[in-house]
């Protein structure tokens, strides 16, 4: 079955980076368009940036020039570098579809997230 794992998360200052993971299995990742998605307190979960299956990247204006996505196909893991993060940024980070047509229809099952929290 779909399996999807976060990981990388943690407590980190403003102005600091973090490189999330996710790992995914059951899946032939290579063909599938993957995003990574936030959810902070009390809001909704919002995509944060995607990528297809053949590298074309899209971020939101909240992370653009600050995150970058990349995949690696050959040990179906999906990245989130983030760099220069700001307070807003804290949420739990989940990957998944990599838009919101298709995570709509068809989701994987959500994993458990990681957490990020953004703190002096």
């Known amino acids: 079955q779909v399996q999807l794992v976060e990981s990388g998360g943690g407590l980190v200052q403003p102005g600091g980076s973090l490189r999330l993971s996710c790992t995914a299995s059951?899946?032939?990742?290579?063909?599938?368009?993957m995003g990574w998605y936030r959810q902070a307190p009390g809001k909704q979960r919002e995509l944060v940036s995607s990528?297809?299956?053949?590298?074309?990247?899209n971020y939101a204006d909240s992370v653009k020039g600050r995150f970058t996505i990349s995949r690696d196909n050959a040990k179906n893991i999906l990245y989130l570098q983030m760099n220069s993060l700001k307070p807003e940024d804290t949420a739990v980070y989940y990957c998944?579809?990599?838009?919101?047509?298709?995570?709509?229809?068809?989701?994987?099952?959500w994993g458990q997230g990681t957490q990020v929290t953004v703190s002096s």
């Open positions: 998944n579809r990599g838009s919101l047509q298709t995570l709509a229809i068809r989701p994987f099952p």
């Open positions: 059951g899946i032939i990742f290579s063909i599938y368009a």
């Open positions: 990528i297809t299956s053949s590298g074309v990247t």
